[in-house]
């Protein structure tokens, strides 16, 4: 296990060495700082729509993080050479992977805690109430999604070149969030093959939209049971331990030279 | 060296002259814009009325806290021939169906817990939320009149800011000046908030004038129901300027514009039951005047 971590702890340090967090960082601040200085009709208590900016930045921003922190895992050891003597150690490939899945997952979790705190500090602002026990879902929820997607990346980062595979896990992500809920709608109007394999496509993508709490934080909705939390959790860690494994049963074979 | 430095210099001049004879030509273009100094209209060029479009639906979206049909649902409930999609009975606190219909699957049942499933409106002064999609709908479409005169709506029934809402009413006026909604929604405000009864009625006067101008050569009903003649706008014009002129003490006056919204009355029987008690009242008045 410490193996593991200490893979883990140079993935964590990575990313506070590297300036994209940062500038992703400011950047949300910059647009949320203009979005606040917005007047309308002379009401300074409007909070839904500098929430709503605000909360899209951070899922923009942080699927930015995830997917480019862990695209970049195995392709630079490999680029760089560092594989070799890092295999040299008394570690096993499916520690390394492992230890670069924690690594990005724990840094994605850091930074996305960051985002949320910004984000609490503007609402709170304009609110003068604090529901921590609802960004404490959000985020949690959040970061679970994060997981899937870091885990995805990194399994397609032993099966593809680094661009194709940024590329890829950006349209498959953006595209469950935007219309993975609402393919079985679709499949009903369409006739057959096409109806089964929309709806089989449906049941085997992890829905990255169950993690999306952003509507029910912009206008103020009460918590998610916290059972219903509880199982999502649950699904994303299933989802998170396939694609794990089979970056593991890919990675194992893979020639690193 | 020398060449190169004549060279640069050639090509300063060149740039400086192709800016001279740009520079005109643009300032005529963005003089023709209809939304000259709005850098977002700009970027957008044509495609605005459509994100404008977006933002409205938007700020109903925020009006129901969230719970609305996506492009999706809508599609689906067209073809089911769904009643009542955006206003089903309000929520009463349990789960309800309502567009979304019953679950298809356990995961279209579990994705309701994280997603808004109740239809609810936003209440009191929480409606300011909605506020800043109609002001960004305004400002990339300003042809757009539903824009402004529901905003002004908002404005002064729930947060009483007639002031803002009269602002935002001539700030549609400049581009579109003869809007008779417009004109009819500012002496609203002048009759009911301001209490300026000369300025309401020379408002609801200019609002009439352009409804002949603007509504009168449209046909009463057409096919399929777009481009029809507002009738409901002109009752609402005559029934302001009778409200205006009663409340002015000029019943007479008063009595006339009853008269002539009766002929064109949805229900003319309501405004009978009006014209009876306004000659009640003025035979009282010359009952008291003959005393």
Not at chain 1, 178 to 190: I, Q, V, Y
Request: proline residues 4%; glycine residues 6%; charged residues 20%.
């Amino acid at each position: 296990m410490n193996k593991i971590f200490a893979v883990a702890g140079v993935v964590i340090r990575e990313l506070y060495r590297r300036k994209d967090f940062y500038v992703l960082f400011i950047l949300t601040v910059l647009i949320t700082g203009l979005m606040w200085l917005m007047n309308f009709f002379h009401d300074d208590r409007i909070v839904r729509f500098i929430k709503e900016i605000c909360l899209m930045l951070i899922w923009i921003f942080s699927l930015v993080i995830a997917v480019t922190t862990a695209a970049r895992q195995i392709p630079s050891e490999r680029e760089s050479r560092t594989i070799f003597p890092l295999l040299a150690k008394p570690i096993t490939r499916w520690q390394v992977m492992l230890g670069k899945f924690i690594g990005c997952w724990l840094a994605c979790g850091v930074a996305l805690l960051i985002f949320y705190i910004f984000f609490g500090l503007v609402s709170a602002s304009r609110e003068h109430t604090l529901p921590v026990g609802a960004y404490f879902q959000a985020f949690w929820l959040h970061w679970q999604m994060l997981g899937i997607v870091v885990a995805m990346t990194l399994l397609g980062s032993v099966a593809l070149t680094p661009a194709a595979n940024v590329t890829v896990i950006f349209v498959i992500s953006i595209g469950i969030l935007s219309m993975g809920g609402f393919l079985h709608k679709l499949a009903e109007h369409m006739t057959e093959p096409s109806a089964s394999i929309v709806t089989a496509i449906y049941f085997i993508i992890p829905h990255l939209e169950l993690f999306n709490m952003r509507e029910l934080i912009i206008h103020d909705w009460p918590l998610v049971p916290w059972l219903d939390a509880f199982a999502a959790t649950g699904y994303g860690l299933a989802y998170m331990c396939f694609f794990l494994l089979a970056a593991c049963l890919v990675f194992r074979r893979k020639a690193l030279n | 060296m020398r060449k190169a430095l004549l060279s640069m210099v050639l090509l300063l001049v060149i740039c400086f002259s192709i800016e001279a004879w740009l520079q005109p030509r643009y300032e005529t273009r963005s003089s023709r814009e209809e939304t000259p100094g709005n850098p977002l209209a700009g970027m957008l060029g044509d495609g605005r009325k459509m994100v404008a479009d977006y933002f409205y639906v938007e700020a109903d979206v925020y009006f129901h806290s969230g719970y609305y049909p996506s492009v999706f649902d809508q599609a689906r409930q067209q073809e089911e021939q769904d009643s009542d999609v955006s206003h089903p009975s309000e929520g009463s606190g349990e789960e309800e169906t309502g567009f979304m219909g019953k679950p298809l699957d356990w995961i279209d049942a579990f994705g309701r817990h994280f997603i808004p499933s109740r239809h609810t409106h936003l209440q009191g002064e929480t409606v300011r939320e909605m506020l800043p999609w109609m002001e960004l709908s305004a400002e990339l479409d300003p042809q757009r009149v539903q824009t402004y005169v529901v905003t002004a709506y908002w404005l002064r029934r729930r947060l009483g800011k007639s002031a803002e809402a009269e602002d935002f009413l001539r700030e549609g006026l400049r581009s579109t000046p003869h809007s008779p909604d417009l004109l009819y929604a500012l002496g609203q405000i002048y009759l009911e908030d301001r209490k300026d009864y000369p300025h309401a009625k020379n408002l609801f006067l200019a609002a009439l004038r352009c409804w002949h101008e603007v509504e009168e050569p449209k046909p009463l009903k057409t096919e399929t129901g777009e481009g029809v003649r507002n009738t409901l706008l002109l009752e609402q014009i005559l029934g302001g300027l009778a409200e205006d002129e009663e409340a002015a003490g000029n019943l007479n006056q008063s009595l006339q514009y009853l008269e002539q919204l009766k002929t064109n009355a949805s229900d003319p029987a309501g405004v009978q039951q009006q014209i009876d008690e306004l000659q009640a009242k003025i035979k009282a008045g010359a009952g008291k005047t003959n005393r």
